[in-house]
């Protein structure tokens, strides 16, 4: 659907969970097919590449998106996480092999009509939600399978939901979003999203499709700003990066960062 398109054109929602060069667990991201590029960022895999002497401890940076998971291993076993205001922090086990679906902003209730509030700030059971997509999951994904098997079937099922459905957007609400994207988070929610719709009915519809207000949204949006600037250690305490998005001072970007990735800016870009 075109009138989606600008998201992923301006939104690139980054999970910085592993280093490239840890030899015991890796993390990979792929590409969905064209025909559902506007509504899936990309499908992933968290996987042990030997057992771990003691439990993972894998951190979740905040990133907008809603995401469908599941272990390779046990696929009766399917989860969906919604918008998350803040890092979240899974015990994860000494072996294990994730793969997910990462939907961009408002595109999972676009497709499935879900009201995302109702899954932000958790983790839970897929079968609650969309018990069908769980069941086919557990029916059609074997553990002998291979990524490239499941991705096909990933991509084919999303497309098979995306044909059976007309898809209805609110083009005020697609304005105030793209406003947010452009302004990378930096922006007066109250008088800079002027889209026509009023402060109440822009925090209900925000609700309906992201899981919280415009202005939560946006402080996301702007973090993950940051995250794609890649700023070194050196280059944060002499390009002021976090005054052209907003911020004071130091302090409060160092806090407002912390909050969304778990540490501190210094430790996160090292």
Not at 68 to 88: L, N, Q, V
Request: hydrophobic residues 35%.
């Amino acid at each position: 659907m075109n009138e989606l398109k600008s998201i992923r054109k301006y939104f690139k929602p980054i999970q910085p969970s592993v280093s490239e060069n840890d030899d015991e667990i890796s993390y990979q991201e792929a590409q969905p097919y064209k025909e559902i590029e506007n509504y899936v960022y990309c499908f992933w895999q968290l996987k042990t590449q030997k057992s771990l002497d003691q439990d993972y401890s894998y951190r979740v940076v905040s990133d907008g998106c809603i995401d469908i998971f599941f272990d390779h291993r046990r696929p009766a076993e399917s989860f969906i996480m919604g918008f998350c205001r803040k890092y979240t922090e899974f015990q994860i086990g000494k072996e294990f092999d994730y793969i997910g679906i990462r939907f961009l902003p408002s595109a999972f209730t676009h497709l499935y009509g879900v009201d995302a509030k109702t899954l932000s700030n958790q983790s839970q059971e897929l079968h609650k939600i969309l018990p069908n997509f769980s069941d086919w999951i557990k029916s059609d994904i074997k553990p002998s399978d291979s990524l490239q098997t499941i991705l096909k079937a990933l991509n084919e099922k999303i497309i098979g939901c995306l044909k059976n459905k007309v898809v209805h957007c609110d083009h005020r609400f697609l304005d105030a979003l793209n406003l947010i994207f452009q302004k990378n988070g930096y922006l007066d929610t109250e008088k800079d999203l002027n889209t026509g719709l009023s402060s109440r009915q822009l925090r209900r519809i925000f609700n309906y499709y992201i899981g919280t207000t415009a202005k939560s949204f946006s402080n996301v949006v702007r973090f993950q700003y940051i995250l794609n600037a890649r700023p070194s250690k050196q280059s944060l305490k002499e390009d002021k990066l976090y005054f052209d998005v907003g911020f004071f001072d130091q302090a409060h970007f160092i806090k407002d960062f912390k909050r969304f990735y778990g540490v501190i800016p210094s430790e996160a870009f090292n």
